[in-house]
């Protein structure tokens, strides 16, 4: 009964979201509120307390929308200094091939904009560029949807992943070290799951793209690619785990994706792996109406700017992230320090403190939002931008945050009453243990089958892997602890299919549609992108059960005990 109550607030949002079409920044308040009422109601949590968890909640919420703000910031910047035009123009001597086209400026471009930037900027971005490059409008938005899967674990400088791990650490016993090393293995596996979706997803989507939309209309027309598919898998792969197992979730997508890309243009360039027989699209009159834009299509704005000028500020942060990182992990002083160096309510102590003894430590000098942030500001003077053209970035990123961002503290809000709510009733489960407990109960060991799709489901309804691991990580790390299943796969599980989930949410549809002109397709491309969804779920479950099967359970030490 208790775990059908928790449930409330959790399906009220599903409802209001799918059902009602309500955006997350509306229905998550309304889920927090639910949830405060029914905390108070039936677990007799005192007004006191509600109001101080949610206050934590706020100000955890507060760090993500940094990052996001920052990430946004800057590639609005870029934009509006020219020097996204001229990254663009990259693409101008890339073979005619649609299938190499559509890997490099589809998957490898769209990976290097989500890790940069993330919340659907790889949509307003790279499909309108394969629309430039005489791609039909709606086979432009089909594969910038389904090549925005593996990168989103690591979108927008690791936010997805960070903030699954910032749900959950209060669940892990407190020890710096042993969080730490939790949180990297989780992160890790994180990526090696996605690893493997790589060279499944570079299949699938370039497959489906000959099938529906090239010459031959035959699946089969990926396999002349395949040599450029590996290379690509393995090139983006090695640098994308390598970055996850020894840095850090911040610079997995966007440093490997980078190096990627330049590389890739390099080798097509002088014609390596591009395949004898090129194949093309149908001449245009021949396109199925439903191909077509149904609003006109801005062309992608041109730029004179030289590209080491362009690429400079993600340069600067790029070293940044790294030197930092790195010299942290060896144990330099300084780097330390700067981790170390917090603004928050200072050490916990109950019965003290400035929120009933909760405490947040935002490590400001160490948030990547904050690098942004400052790279931007330089940028005004890399670029020579105009006061105006900055404000008027500025704007554009204050419009596209403002949303995730009442979504993101009222969902962190709304999770931490569901793990405190037996904070004045020891003798009751909190309410994201009673959900937890019957989620297990219900899958036993089945439940790594339920995990991604889970994060799917968060995704789908909120239109972010983001606000899904908000959501739904920490209910993943009790029912993992409660089934006796390693908790840091299952939290990576939750990310990756938050990360898979981002190919069918409403969110991402709708940005695709109206930015490649095709509004009116949405249910056309769900359904296309569905089965690459669910070939991605599984993936990602066979590996983890192979993991499982062979007795991984990564820092097992660092998990409290329920």
């Known amino acids: 009964m208790l775990a059908l109550i928790a449930f409330i607030p959790l399906v009220v949002v599903v409802v ?18 639910l949830t405060l009422i029914i905390a108070v109601a039936m677990w007799k949590l005192s007004i006191m307390h509600a109001i101080a968890y949610t206050i934590t909640g706020f100000l955890g919420g507060f760090e993500v929308i940094v990052i996001i703000f920052g990430a946004i910031l800057i590639m609005n910047t870029l934009s509006r200094s020219g020097a996204m035009a001229a990254i663009n123009g990259m693409f101008t001597s890339i073979t005619v091939d649609i299938r190499i086209k559509a890997i490099i400026i589809g998957f490898i471009f769209g990976a290097f904009i989500e890790g940069a930037a993330g919340f659907g900027t790889p949509a307003a971005l790279a499909a309108p560029l394969l629309i430039s490059v005489g791609f039909p409008p709606l086979a432009a938005a089909v594969v910038a949807l389904e090549f925005n899967s593996v990168p989103v674990c690591f979108g927008a400088v690791g ?185 928050g309510t200072g050490v916990h102590d109950p019965g003290k403190g400035v929120i009933m003894g909760l405490d947040w430590n935002f490590a400001i000098l160490w948030s990547p939002g904050v690098v942004f942030i400052i790279v931007a500001l330089i940028t005004i003077g890399i670029h020579g931008m105009k006061g105006s053209e900055f404000k008027a970035g500025l704007q554009d990123t204050l419009k596209m945050v403002s949303g995730a961002a009442i979504a993101l503290i009222f969902g962190v809000a709304m999770v931490n009453l569901f793990r405190y709510t037996n904070f004045d009733s020891a003798d009751m489960p909190s309410m994201l243990v009673a959900m937890a407990e019957a989620l297990a109960n219900i899958f036993q060991k089945a439940y790594i089958i339920v995990a991604p799709l889970i994060g799917v489901l968060g ?104």
Request: glycine share 6%.
């Open 159 to 343: 936010t997805p992943t960070n903030t699954a791990y910032a749900t959950v650490q209060d669940a892990l016993v407190n020890d710096p070290a042993l969080r730490d090393a939790w949180k990297a293995q989780m992160t890790k596996w994180s990526a090696i799951d996605m690893a493997v979706c790589t060279l499944v997803i570079l299949i699938v989507t370039t497959g489906i793209l000959c099938k529906m939309f090239g010459e031959n209309k035959k699946f089969s027309d990926v396999f002349a690619v395949l040599p450029f598919i590996i290379f690509v898998t393995v090139f983006f792969d090695v640098i994308y785990l390598i970055i996850a197992t020894f840095i850090g979730a911040e610079l997995t997508s966007l440093v490997a994706a980078a190096i990627t890309l330049i590389v890739s243009l390099a080798l097509t360039s002088k014609g390596i792996f591009i395949p004898k027989n090129v194949l093309h699209f149908d001449p245009k009159d021949q396109w199925d109406k439903s191909w077509l834009s149904t609003t006109e299509v801005p062309e992608p704005k041109t730029s004179d700017m030289p590209l080491v000028k362009a690429w400079t500020p993600y340069f600067i942060i790029a070293a940044i992230l790294i030197i930092t990182r790195v010299t942290q992990k060896f144990g330099a002083g300084w780097s330390t320090w700067m981790k170390s160096f917090t603004v």
């Open 16 to 33: 209001l979201m799918v059902a009602f079409n309500w955006p997350a920044k509306r229905a998550l308040p309304l889920a927090w509120l």
């Open 459 to 562: 995704a789908f309804i909120s239109g972010s892997n983001t606000v899904s691991n908000t959501l739904f990580s920490s209910l993943q790390f009790q029912a993992a602890v409660s089934t006796g299943l390693p908790a840091a796969l299952i939290v990576a599980l939750q990310n990756n299919g938050g990360a898979i989930g981002n190919m069918v949410c409403i969110n991402n549809v709708v940005a695709a549609t109206a930015t490649t002109g095709t509004v009116g397709n949405e249910g056309k491309i769900i359904r296309t992108d569905f089965l690459p969804c669910i070939i991605l779920c599984i993936t990602v479950i066979i590996v983890v059960a192979i993991a499982i099967g062979a007795g991984v359970n990564p820092a097992a030490d660092a998990v409290a005990p329920m």
